[in-house]
């Protein structure tokens, strides 16, 4: 069970769209629809934004949306604001009740 | 509101047992179709799965940990723990409890989303 793999960083402009990629195999990402993305402020509780791959949960922005393609995900932020300025991790079902990570991307508002 | 909060020994010496526990207030352990989790992020890296556990019982790992974790969950305190052993400087790191929302039927799986974390505690593997 390796690490699913994100750019290690990305930034963007207040206002700017940002994409954050997260690529798995076809054993995790590419055979199940069950990604989720997590929003990490340090010192914080991460906090999920994103799950079963495009849903959002209740009180999260409009701004955050999630995206599959083969054994890649995505995770979209549109209206960058200063307060999305934090760490993002994927994670995804692997089969067998087990999950498997992502190793992060910090994502800078410039 | 739920609420996870994860205790134990912040220094742990090599070689040794790491133990947390994880108390969970403003909800019970045995809500269907919820399991609990560990989850760490040793310092400067990503965050790690270490394994789930379900009200039922049943319970997963890792397999890069190879059989060193244990969960268990203590309903009378409405509470779950993890035992770590043979320890070393790599397992030092900030362990998080969670709530994940996930389960399979015929085949099917569903969520499998973590959404409630505890603050997280730093465990130092050091002599």
């Known amino acids: 069970q390796s690490a699913l793999t994100q750019p290690a960083s990305v930034s963007g402009s207040p206002g700017q769209s940002i994409t954050i990629s997260c690529t798995g195999t076809?054993?995790?990402?590419?055979?199940?629809?069950?990604v989720s993305w997590y929003q990490h402020h340090p010192g914080k509780a991460p906090k999920v934004m994103i799950y079963?791959?495009?849903k959002r949960p209740s009180g999260v922005s409009d701004r955050f949306s999630g995206s599959k393609s083969g054994n890649t995900a995505s995770l979209t932020i549109s209206g960058l604001q200063a307060e999305d300025e934090a760490d993002y991790y994927c994670?995804?079902?692997?089969?067998?009740?087990?999950?498997?990570f992502g190793g992060g991307t910090k994502l800078t508002v410039l | 509101q739920l609420q996870l909060q994860e205790s134990g020994p912040g220094l742990v010496k090599p070689s040794g047992t790491l133990s947390l526990t994880c108390a969970v207030s403003?909800?019970?352990?045995?809500?269907?179709?919820?399991?609990w989790a560990w989850i760490r992020q040793p310092p400067g890296k990503g965050l790690e799965w270490i394994g789930s556990?379900?009200?039922?019982?049943?319970?997963y790992y890792n397999p890069s940990l190879k059989s060193r974790a244990t969960i268990s969950v203590d309903t009378s305190n409405n509470q779950f723990s993890l035992k770590l052993n043979s320890v070393t400087a790599a397992d030092t790191a900030v362990f998080y409890c969670?709530?994940?929302?996930?389960?399979?039927?015929?085949?099917?799986?569903?969520?499998?989303?973590?959404?409630?974390w505890g603050q997280g505690t730093l465990v130092t593997v050091s002599s």
């Open positions: 994670c995804s079902y692997a089969g067998s009740t087990t999950l498997v």
């Open positions: 969670a709530r994940g929302e996930g389960y399979c039927s015929g085949g099917d799986c569903w969520g499998f989303y973590f959404d409630y």
């Open positions: 076809s054993s995790d990402v590419g055979s199940f629809n069950l």
């Open positions: 403003g909800g019970s352990l045995s809500s269907n179709n919820y399991f």
């Open positions: 079963e791959g495009t």
């Open positions: 556990i379900y009200y039922s019982g049943g319970t």
